[in-house]
């Protein structure tokens, strides 16, 4: 909740940070799910577009950055104020990153769609990109309904999305092992399957600064758990059929 | 138009019956002739023409009832009467009033949510911006939501009134439209793909019984026997891709009705009997005492714990045995009901676990295979439960059987 300041400037630039932030969730969104649907469909066009998208989200990361700067400087807040600003910053970091992993999987879809790719081998990849997305959406609409009581959900599909990466992480090397030819698209397709992973972090990331804003604490630290895929090691004779 | 013209012809009474009368004492003089005809008949032409002040007055007392009429109407009401989501919202677009349409469709939009922190897609966006900032008084566009469920809106902004400071967002439901396209691309590209396997070795079949095979009684039964085997495949995959698409048309269940899940789950349990006899599965019950009701479509719900049960059966038959419970589920968040589907078989492997509710994804080819698998029924329980807004646990330890737990909201 809100109070309201004596100056109602302040209010107003407050709000104008976090319509910011909004708006750069709105892009990144957009830009993630663009590019994952550009890997799917092969289709260069789309993923040229999100690569020439991600420059919004810099410009906008630099604006917030610099209009958080001048509030410190002028109204010297305090408490949740402060959180507010210090928090802005920090989300919209989070958020260009998010556009540049996008950016990236972009990047990787004339490689990977270059010669004909079965259909199963998306699949998965698509699957991450839905979880990945639903966090990030769940966690922006958090941001804007301030109710962190319900934040917990952030942990469990940070869970699954890890699940779900070394999952797919076993699946790739399996196909690689099969056949040399799989190779090439299949390692573009770990580095997006990791960079949707990150994806995932980030918005957790996002969520902590959101439980710090609205209640002034940390989240509770939770046991480690990330993915397995530093274990993961695939036998050399290839599977039986 | 008859009666209107009747109307003003009776307004103008007295100019018409000196119209006449000028005509009668014309003629009384006179002798009828061209010069007084005409002027005559022009007279009654103007006399039909004039506004009729009657009109007029029905007119104003028509105003006054609307007037009295709109000033009872709330716009709380009349926002509520419109059946697509509408959302009524201040300068600083923060909103003031969603209706329950809007309520059902995006949930958790409160008055006081800030409206752009909430729809943040840049059309949106931009939408609002030029809105707001009295640029252009309305504007359409095209807004689409990928998560949880695809949908698609038409959405026209506007203000409202003069000077009333406020604004209206409209959401035109397009999704449907949008799906029947998408799911003939989808439902050829799946179908295409899974049923070439099954056609193949029809038609290899075919081929050995014309030739090779022509005058061999034995194998003649036995490969007639693997092509039936291969057409009912084909026919319960089209089902199955039928239902899925059909699931996918419709993306959120109409609110108000209400499932008794301990009647539905029992149905399901004795739908499955033979099939559990079939597989030497026993079905036990641990059902919670008290109502057990959850909101939701039966039918839908019905096919749910249907497929897992019919799994749980297929898969865990080595278990010998199946336990259905039914528990209240109110530790975590959000209330609700636990049904849980608890074979004792060999169990998923861990690396399967976050990947069998995917289309076509088989842990095990030849298993599926033989205990008729379509690839779809898991893909099928995940499309339902998040229409319910429901969750889907899947517990499993190889060797110690697996556990498919559904978590569906009370309120």
């Known amino acids: ?241 | 138009m008859a009666q209107l013209v009747a109307t003003r012809l009776w307004n103008s009474r007295w100019l018409l019956a000196a119209g006449v009368v000028a005509v009668l004492i014309a003629f009384a003089f006179a002798g009828i002739s061209a010069y007084v005809l005409i002027p005559a008949l022009l007279l009654l032409l103007v006399a039909a023409m004039l506004p009729a002040a009657g009109l007029r007055q029905s007119a104003e007392s028509a105003a006054a009832i609307e007037a009295i009429g709109l000033q009872r109407l709330s716009g709380e009401y009349l926002a509520a009467a419109v059946a697509d989501p509408l959302i009524i919202f201040d300068r600083s677009a923060t909103i003031v009033h969603a209706n329950a349409a809007a309520f059902a469709a995006f949930g958790g939009i409160a008055p006081g949510l800030s409206l752009p922190l909430k729809f943040r897609a840049p059309e949106m966006q931009t939408l609002l911006d030029s809105v707001l900032s009295g640029t252009i008084a309305s504007d359409v566009v095209d807004y689409t939501e990928k998560l949880p469920v695809e949908r698609a809106y038409r959405v026209s902004a506007s203000s409202v009134g003069h000077g009333t400071d406020l604004y209206v967002l409209v959401f035109k439901d397009q999704s449907e439209a949008r799906r029947i396209d998408r799911m003939r691309a989808d439902f050829i590209a799946n179908a295409s793909h899974e049923l070439r396997t099954p056609l193949a070795s029809i038609a290899g079949f075919i081929e050995t019984l014309r030739g090779p095979a022509r005058n061999d009684p034995a194998a003649r039964e036995q490969f007639l026997q693997i092509m039936q085997n291969q057409t009912g495949r084909m026919a319960r995959l089209i089902d199955d891709l039928l239902s899925l698409s059909r699931l996918e048309m419709k993306p959120y269940l109409k609110p108000g009705t209400e499932v008794d899940l301990r009647q539905t789950v029992d149905s399901v349990i004795d739908s499955l009997a033979p099939l559990a006899r079939e597989n030497n599965v026993t079905i036990e019950r641990d059902f919670a005492t008290g109502p057990l009701n959850v909101p939701g479509d039966r039918d839908e719900l019905f096919q749910v714990f249907e497929n897992l049960l019919e799994n749980a059966c297929k898969y865990g038959q080595s278990g010998g045995r199946v336990l259905v419970s039914i528990a209240r589920g109110d530790d975590g968040s959000e209330p609700g009901i636990d049904v849980t589907i608890r074979d004792f078989g060999p169990g998923i492997p861990e690396e399967h676990i976050p990947r069998i509710t995917e289309r076509f994804y088989r842990i095990d080819v030849e298993t599926s295979r033989t205990q008729k698998g379509t690839g779809l029924g898991l893909s099928i329980v995940k499309h339902i439960l998040t229409r319910h807004n429901a969750r889907l646990t899947i517990w499993s330890e190889v060797g110690k059987g697996a556990a498919f737990s559904v978590h569906l909201p009370t309120h």
């Open chain 1, 1 to 241: 909740m809100q109070s309201v300041h004596i100056m109602s400037a302040f209010d107003e630039e407050l709000k104008y940070l976090s319509k910011r932030i909004a708006a750069m969730g709105g892009h990144a969104e957009r830009m993630v799910e663009q590019a994952v649907a550009a890997l799917v469909n092969a289709d260069p066009g789309l993923a040229e577009k999100v690569i020439r998208d991600d420059a919004v989200l810099d410009e906008g990361q630099r604006e917030i950055d610099d209009k958080a700067i001048i509030i410190i400087a002028k109204r010297q807040p305090m408490a949740t104020d402060l959180r507010e600003i210090v928090g802005a910053i920090r989300i919209s970091a989070d958020l260009e990153r998010v556009g540049d992993l996008g950016k990236n999987v972009a990047k990787r879809v004339v490689a990977v769609t270059d010669g004909r790719q079965p259909t199963s081998l998306f699949r998965g990849l698509e699957a991450l990109a839905n979880l990945a997305l639903t966090q990030l959406k769940e966690v922006l609409d958090v941001y804007a309904s301030r109710s962190v009581d319900k934040i917990g959900f952030v942990r469990d599909r940070d869970d699954q999305i890890d699940a779900m990466y070394t999952s797919l992480f076993r699946e790739l090397l399996t196909y690689m092992m099969e056949d040399p030819r799989n190779i090439t698209p299949c390692t573009h397709l770990l580095f997006c399957a990791k960079n949707i992973e990150r994806i995932g972090d980030h918005a957790t990331n996002i969520a902590e600064t959101i439980y710090y804003i609205v209640t002034g604490d940390q989240m509770p630290a939770e046991r480690p758990k990330g993915d397995k895929t530093d274990k993961i090691s695939v036998s050399a004779t290839p599977p039986a059929k």
